[in-house]
């Protein structure tokens, strides 16, 4: 029986915009049923995630950043880093790892800016429930 329970693991940088994403997922997953934990950035997500979902009391883990372009290399490491370390914490548990991580190229801390990302936040957030639910109604088919 798959949990009915979610993890959410925001990173605290930029942390006004990130948690919009948990609004968006919440739209569609009540917020009863959603346990959430806070991260210093993105890069820490992947270890969590994992023990999240190893945990078993999860159905799902969402993991929500924004890693910006500061105009170094360390932007794609992260960005690269955190990805593959998220699907390895799905595939090596077996619970779904989804990723609610956006890596924009020009981001500006601009109000315009600022505004544009936290409603696609939002949108991302409510996507990532929609995954979640999905993944476990099909995996519920499966085992019948």
């Not at 979610?6 to 006004?16: L, M």
């Not at 779904?96 to 890596?103: D, E, I, K």
């Not at 020009?106 to 544009?116: C, K, P, R, S, Y």
């Not at 991302?124 to 099909?138: D, S």
């Amino acid at each position: 029986m798959t949990p009915t329970r979610y993890a959410f693991v925001k990173a605290n940088w930029h942390s006004e915009i990130v948690s919009r994403a948990l609004d968006g997922f919440c739209e569609l997953i009540p917020q009863a049923q959603v346990d959430v934990f806070n991260v210093p950035g993105a890069f820490e997500m992947p270890l969590l995630a994992r023990d999240l979902a190893a945990s078993g009391r999860y159905g799902a883990v969402a993991c929500a950043a924004l890693v910006v372009d500061g105009g170094i290399y360390r932007h794609d490491f992260v960005a690269q880093s955190v990805v593959d370390g998220l699907m390895r914490a799905g595939m090596d548990t077996g619970v779904p790892v989804l990723s609610v991580s956006l890596t924009p190229h020009h981001f500006q801390e601009t109000e315009h800016h600022m505004a544009i990302y936290r409603d696609h936040f939002v949108t991302k957030g409510r996507e990532a429930a929609q995954a979640a639910l999905m993944i476990g109604k099909t995996r519920a088919a499966l085992a019948a």
